[in-house]
Structure formats: structure tokens, C-alpha cells
């Protein structure tokens, strides 16, 4: 199972910034968080990562909190084309040395007009 | 830059038929994967490869053999198709799997198989 929490849904205007937040209470100091969507029959797509600094990318940005338990990614002018689900993964979803990828629940975000 | 590419992207077998899935990546990756997705639910890992010749069973290897005679190319095979094989097939390719490290993995667009 996915060691993240996530909202099950949420709703964003078009134009406006989505901001999806992410659980990741039992971090370790030297594991990446993961972001990735999978919008409707398509296959899984990555936004972002980061460590322990903000980052932003062409895609989003990436807030992570000091203490490194919990992280937001940004979609600063959100269009209908982000509706998706979207993952937050850390370390551990991450199946060991084979590295695939272990999805939760993630957020359904419906991106309305 | 086409990234991954699977073929076909849609097939419908008859029970017992085999078929064999493609997948090609232009990154020069190292780990490719093979990962099965039922509606609903997340992914599940089939079979990987941390390199060309060399592959491993993952989560749900039964019913599926692979192979991965060139650094580009992971092969799915079906040997005997059943109705529970019914699914969309995704093929992902990665530079490195170390968790430590940046690991970002590259998805094809699928393969949506219905096993009749």
C-alpha cells in the first residue's frame, strides 16, 4: 500500500491555481516526494519531485513543508486538460530495489469551467 | 521524442489465443516494466527488467513471460490468453530504480486488451 495520504477529490475553477495537498508523516530526511497524474485512459504521466527545497517546473510547483512531513503541488492557472487523478508517492512507493511504482488512492481533480 | 511506445493499443483475444505486447523506449533506459491496470484499481507490477537480457517476476507474473533481447525493446507475452487477463497494459522505462535517487519513470500510452 501507498505510505502517502490524499484528499479523495477536489474541485478548481479554470484559471484558478489547484493546490493538492499530500501527506507524508513518516518521511525519512533522504527520500524524494514523488508527484504523478494518470488523466483518463492515459497512461501515468510525472508532474515533479523534490527533496527538501521548493521546486517549480514548466508543469508545477512543489511546496514542501520545513519539516518535510507533508507537501503541496501547485497548478498555478489550472485548464480543463488537468483534470486527472493525481499521486503523491515518497520513497516507499517504490517497490524496493525493482523500483516500480506503488499508486494510492491518489485525488480525482475535476477542473471545471 | 517519442518517449515510450506500446503497440498495439487496443486487441480483443479469444480465450486460449496468445499475443505479444511491445513496448520501445528511445531514452536509453536501463529498467523497463510491465504493469497491468483493472478499472479502479492502482497499478500491479508483472514483470521488469533492470537490463537488456535480464528479466524478473514482479507482483502478478503468472500467465505472462517477457523478454528483453535489446536494450530498447520489453517484450509481454500472453501464452494463453484468459478472461482475467482482460485489462489496459502499461509499459514504463526508467534511467535508474534507486529510491535514493531522482527515479522518474515514463509511461506509454497502453494497451487496452479484452479476452473474450
Known amino acids: 500500500d501507498a505510505k502517502t495520504t490524499q484528499p479523495p477529490s477536489m474541485d478548481c475553477a479554470e484559471g484558478r491555481a489547484a493546490n493538492l495537498p499530500c501527506n507524508h508523516s513518516t518521511i525519512s530526511g533522504n527520500e524524494y516526494v514523488y508527484w504523478y497524474r494518470q488523466i483518463h485512459s492515459q497512461g501515468p504521466q510525472y508532474i515533479i519531485h523534490?527533496?527538501?527545497n521548493n521546486e517549480t517546473n514548466e508543469m508545477a510547483s512543489l511546496i514542501i513543508t520545513e519539516d518535510r512531513k507533508s507537501s503541496t503541488l501547485i497548478l498555478p492557472h489550472a485548464t480543463l486538460r488537468d483534470t486527472a487523478v493525481y499521486y503523491c508517492l515518497d520513497a516507499r512507493d517504490y517497490g524496493g530495489s525493482q523500483g516500480n511504482l506503488i499508486f494510492g488512492k491518489g485525488t480525482k481533480l475535476s477542473v471545471k469551467p | 521524442n517519442a518517449g515510450v511506445t506500446q503497440t498495439p493499443k487496443f486487441r480483443v483475444l479469444k480465450t486460449g489465443q496468445s499475443m505479444t505486447l511491445l513496448c520501445a523506449q528511445d531514452m536509453n533506459h536501463e529498467y523497463m516494466y510491465w504493469y497491468r491496470q483493472d478499472p479502479g484499481m492502482g497499478l500491479r507490477l508483472i514483470h521488469y527488467s533492470v537490463g537488456e537480457g535480464t528479466t524478473a517476476k514482479g507482483e502478478v507474473p503468472d500467465g505472462y513471460n517477457v523478454s528483453r533481447l535489446k536494450k530498447q525493446n520489453f517484450l509481454l507475452g500472453l501464452e494463453s490468453a484468459a478472461p482475467s487477463q482482460t485489462s489496459v497494459y502499461f509499459c514504463?522505462?526508467?534511467?535508474?530504480?534507486?529510491?535514493?535517487?531522482?527515479?522518474?519513470?515514463?509511461f506509454g500510452a497502453g494497451t487496452r486488451l479484452s479476452v473474450l
Open positions: 514504463a522505462s526508467s534511467y535508474r530504480a534507486s529510491f535514493l535517487a531522482k527515479n522518474i519513470q515514463y
Open positions: 523534490g527533496l527538501k
